[in-house]
């Protein structure tokens, strides 16, 4: 069965980083791919990045390109996501979702979730 914890997460204030990681178990091939979301309070749910299990390849939308990093940890099967240059509207709870196959970038493609950790920018 395939399991996500996301850990890390808290209160920063703009301007600064973050890193949040994303432990994953169960997988049973490494043709797999680990995206993650993130929903502030009255939107819509938000891709903000995928990465392949097998080879480290990342996938950003435009909106947090160049802010937003993801690496895989393969001594911990952990997915990291580091976040810089933090702004307000960054703050909203961020998960941590998997999927075999290729990369998606709709919430609806991912199988597997984690509970997901919020992360508040402060101004």
């Known amino acids: 069965q395939v399991e996500l914890e996301n850990i890390g997460g808290g209160l920063v204030q703009a301007g600064g980083s973050l890193r949040l990681s994303c432990a994953v178990s169960g997988l049973t091939t490494e043709s797999a791919a680990v995206g993650w979301f993130r929903q502030a309070p009255g939107k819509e749910r938000e891709f903000v990045g995928a990465i392949t299990w097998i080879d480290g390849m990342t996938y950003y939308p435009g909106s947090v390109k160049g802010r937003l990093t993801l690496s895989r940890n393969n001594a911990k099967n952990t997915i990291e996501l580091q976040m810089n240059s933090l702004k307000p509207e960054d703050t909203a709870v961020y998960y941590c979702?998997?999927?075999?196959?290729?990369?998606?970038?709709?919430?609806?493609?991912?199988?597997?979730w984690g509970r997901g950790t919020q992360v508040t920018v402060s101004s």
């Open positions: 979702a998997a999927k075999y196959g290729d990369v998606g970038v709709e919430g609806m493609e991912y199988a597997y």
